[in-house]
């Protein structure tokens, strides 16, 4: 199983998965040229995708999807509440293109297993995705309000998370962002912070070789040096000590990481 990070960031998010006999995508935020280019930065191409799972309808999570759908015919994977809160946001995706994926369910692909989990936040029926194939696993989960025993049961003990670490804290507080939105933010079903990102992530990480992406960082209220030293350090607090078989990586708005095997 193969992975990149092809977009995180609140202009947009997307990640691409592969085995040896599918491909898939987990959200295409981007425009579909940028998704394109963005696959082909990495040496892919849209032709071998096999489908996109869906998380939720924010835009910056399936701004691509309708084209993408209409263009190159594949299948797209949502729970019924987030196909009717897509309604009217991606155009017309022809019937025999819509699939249901429910939450807390499993599905299969040949030898890899996706296992979607609900997570917290200000969509209609949000959800994330666990890869499985043989023994190796990708947990993926951003934009959530926080990290339940729920959750953390779905993804404890994966070999690759893609993992939200947000914001910092006193960087949002002390932002432009009308208290609103910082209220939103800082809520249950708002983003998490780097901190309560590196709480979580302490209680999962099992004592193997392991990869962190710090994925979802505000380009307002985080900073990726921020957002790593944040994470090591709350980390280190509770036994961690990251470089030795737990790793951190960034990943970028614009630039998709480095496409590598679980």
């Given amino acids: 199983m193969r992975f990149s990070v092809l977009a995180s960031g609140s202009t947009g998010n997307s990640i691409y998965i592969e085995t040896d006999g599918y491909a898939f995508l987990v959200d295409a935020g981007l425009s579909a040229k940028r998704m394109e280019q963005q696959l082909e930065s990495i040496g892919r191409s849209m032709k071998q995708v096999n489908g996109i799972f869906v ?10 999807i309708g084209v993408l759908a209409r263009r190159y015919g594949m299948p797209i994977y949502a729970n019924r ?10 155009g017309e995706i022809p019937t025999e293109q819509r699939f249901h994926f429910d939450m807390e369910s499993v599905q299969s692909f040949g030898s890899l297993d ?3 989990f609900a997570v917290s936040h ?5 959800m994330f995705y ?3 194939e043989s023994d190796r696993k990708l947990a993926l989960i951003t934009d959530t309000g926080y990290v339940s025993d729920r959750m953390k049961g779905h993804i404890q003990g994966a070999d690759a998370f893609v993992f939200e670490s947000n914001h910092d804290v006193s960087m949002l507080q002390m932002g432009r962002y009308p208290w609103s939105v910082k209220r939103r933010i ?3 079903v708002g983003h998490v912070s780097n901190e309560d990102a590196a709480v979580a992530m302490s209680e999962v990480v099992a004592l ?14 985080n900073m990726k040096d921020l957002a790593q030293m944040s994470v090591s350090q709350t980390l280190q607090t509770c036994g961690i000590v990251t470089g030795e078989h737990v790793h951190l990586f960034d990943t970028d708005a614009e630039k998709p990481t480095e496409l590598v095997t679980v």
């Fill in 186 to 188: 800082l809520s249950d």
């Fill in 130 to 132: 666990v890869f499985h």
């Fill in 208 to 221: 193997k070789e392991t990869r962190i992406y710090l994925s979802h960082l505000s380009k307002d209220n």
């Fill in 122 to 126: 200000d969509a209609a029926d949000p």
């Fill in 55 to 64: 998380t939720h309808e924010h835009s910056d999570h399936i701004k691509g």
């Fill in 114 to 116: 996706v296992q979607s």
């Fill in 81 to 90: 509440k987030t196909w009717a809160a897509m309604d009217g946001l991606v």
